[in-house]
């Protein structure tokens, strides 16, 4: 009965947390010297004084290796424009597409975002089958404002408004 019980919160929970609507943001860093980048919406703010957020990886990802206490790298907030930078940080590599990679003191960063951070990992906890990498942001950029790229209920959604509080832009430039 106990290992079924497991097995029916687990589900329940997945269900529950594909409820909860997140943007969508690439953690951008070095491998072994040379920009890449993994498609993340575990993402939040710990503090704001100091300026801390943390990012949760799962413990099996290759990413790991390249990311630890002290690292630097990038948060990348993406816009509903750059599904397809999405898609391929997600493993659905598309021949042919260029990432836009700009560089903040040697941090990658995706040209084009609604918003970077640079940050660098001050503490990393171990959490089930995650990583926590806690960390302080050391340089914040924002980009042009325009519609977020959205997860919802297993797939990328659309934010919609009753009533415009927003001129969504449609030119972008973050670099």
Not at 74 to 102: H, T, W
Not at 111 to 131: T, Y
Request: glycine share 8%.
């Amino acid at each position: 009965m106990g290992q079924e019980r497991a097995v029916i919160h687990t589900t329940l929970l997945r269900t529950v947390m594909g409820r909860f609507a997140t943007g969508v943001t690439v953690v951008s860093f070095l491998a072994e010297g040379r920009p890449s980048g993994m498609t993340a919406n575990a993402f939040m703010s710990v503090s704001m004084h100091p300026p801390l957020v943390l990012i949760s990886i799962r413990r099996e990802s290759q990413v790991n290796r390249f990311l630890g206490e002290g690292v630097r790298f990038g948060i990348n907030v993406l816009a509903e424009s750059q599904i397809e930078l999405c898609r391929q940080f997600a493993g659905k590599v598309m021949p042919g597409i260029e990432v836009p990679f700009i560089f903040q003191e040697e941090v990658p960063l995706l040209a084009g975002s609604l918003a970077h951070l640079a940050v660098r990992a001050v503490n990393v906890v171990e959490a089930g089958d995650h990583w926590l990498y806690i960390s302080a942001v050391e340089y914040v950029r924002l980009g042009t404002l325009r519609k977020p790229l959205v997860f919802f209920t297993g797939g990328y959604r659309q934010v919609q408004a009753h009533t415009p509080i927003i001129n969504w832009a449609s030119e972008v430039d973050c670099s």
